[in-house]
């Protein structure tokens, strides 16, 4: 049973449903450059407007400090509609009159998009005040932002408390993702977790020591590592001042049984730019003036072994330096065993956080993975073991409508 009400447990017909999104795309000369995250949001908003009820889209872009035109939602909407199949309007603010009068016109199936979110200060406050305002838009509130979820925001927390709660159908998607992933996985489980610095993820690497077989530590942050085995990294990305925090982590993985996967060998240039001049090194064998860029055949061997033998994989951050050819190769072949694996059904794969998207992407393999999300932070602030506060609401809210019953 899930801890949260879904859009299976609401008669929306006639009603007004506010609908938390994230619409937080990147945007590249005016064009939408990735429209995944619109994509999933496909099935809530066709669901809703198909029952009859009136959508009301919330949403956030950017980090503005104030009303900024530059920042606005409105050139997203014509590519949202694009993309939803459905004529979308747009309100020039979140609340007030003119979110009131455009809401009042809504007839049932209608679809409307509020202005950023963020225009207010309230809104990174969490503020109550805010928060009531948004909430006389709507009868009903449902959460289909997973991405966001990790914010106690006006529009993400307060505002669950003040209407009815409801998960959407990407939430419940996501979170049914990451239960296979971490809280029920079949076992044996493998993390890769890759990216630049060791410092961003100590969180994740601790609680994912204690909830996975192997951990195949990649990226810039693999150098850290492999530091703290007494191994020359040259001029590679390395975190002297957390040696010892690697060297923990590693005595941890001993004491439980759980084994730590380190790159065996290297591809190395003198510079970080595409197709400069590489050779393949072994891990013991990088120069003083060598870059570490992306993992060797032989690690990516062994990476793929580790997956052969896993059942469940958990993938946040890439191999190598994925943006430059030919360094995004490690990523690349290591994605491709995994979505093979998918595809046989030896494997459920999910992956998620920061770059991950986009390296799949890059690897083409997204549509062959279980689940890759969307998330950046929230995905990885799960993974690390916090609480979300957006989902921890709906928790709340749903215990509280049975209590009530
Ligand atoms: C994201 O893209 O990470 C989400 O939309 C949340 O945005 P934020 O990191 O600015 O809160
Ligand atoms: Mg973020």
Redesign the pocket.
């Known amino acids: 049973m899930t801890s949260f009400r879904s859009l299976d447990d609401v008669d929306v017909k006639g009603r007004r449903v506010l609908v938390r999104v994230?619409l937080?795309v990147p945007v590249q000369n005016g064009e939408v450059a990735d429209a995944s995250r619109i994509e999933r949001l496909i099935p809530t908003i066709t669901e809703i407007a198909d029952k009859g009820g009136k959508v009301i889209l919330l949403s956030?872009y950017g980090?503005p400090k104030g009303p900024d035109p530059q920042q606005s939602r409105k050139p997203i909407v014509a590519a949202a509609a694009k993309v939803i199949g459905r004529p979308i309007g747009f309100a020039a603010d979140c609340i007030g009159p003119v979110a009131e009068q455009a809401v009042a016109a809504l007839r049932p199936g209608d679809i409307l998009c509020l202005e950023n979110t963020r225009f207010h200060k309230g809104e990174t406050k969490n503020d109550p005040e805010l928060a009531r305002q948004l909430a006389r838009l709507g009868d009903i509130y449902v959460a289909d932002a997973f991405?966001?979820a990790h914010?106690a925001h006006a529009s993400v927390e307060a505002i669950a408390h003040l209407l009815p709660a409801y998960a959407g159908r990407a939430v419940q998607e996501e979170l049914a993702a990451l239960r296979r992933a971490l809280l029920d996985p079949e076992r044996p489980v493998t993390a890769i977790v890759g990216g630049a610095k060791v410092s961003t993820k100590l969180d994740l690497l601790s609680n994912l020591i204690a909830r996975v077989e192997t951990l195949i530590i990649a990226g810039g942050m693999a150098n850290t590592f492999l530091a703290a085995q007494g191994k020359a990294v040259g001029k590679a990305l390395c975190e002297i001042d957390l040696i010892p925090t690697a060297s923990d982590i590693m005595a941890k993985a001993r004491s439980l049984k759980r084994e730590i996967v380190l790159p065996v060998d290297a591809v190395v240039a003198a510079k970080f730019a595409a197709h400069v001049p590489s050779r393949v090194v072994d891990i013991d064998q990088v120069g003083a003036d060598d870059m570490i860029l992306d993992i060797g055949p032989r690690s990516i061997a062994q990476a793929i072994s580790v997956l052969a033998r896993s059942k469940t994989l958990v993938w946040n951050g890439p191999f190598g330096a994925f943006e430059f050819e030919p360094f995004d190769n490690g990523t690349v072949e290591v994605a491709e065993a995994a979505a093979e694996l998918t595809a046989d059904r030896r494997l459920v794969s999910i992956a998620g956080g920061g770059d991950t998207m986009a390296a799949l992407n890059v690897a083409v393999v997204t549509g062959r993975f279980t689940y890759v999300s969307t998330a950046?932070?929230a995905f990885l602030e799960w993974l690390e073991g916090k609480t979300l506060p957006g989902i921890e609401v709906l928790q709340t809210q749903r215990a509280a409508a049975a209590t009530a019953v």
Request: hydrophobic residues 10%.
């Open positions: 994230d937080n956030h980090r991405s966001v914010r950046g932070g």
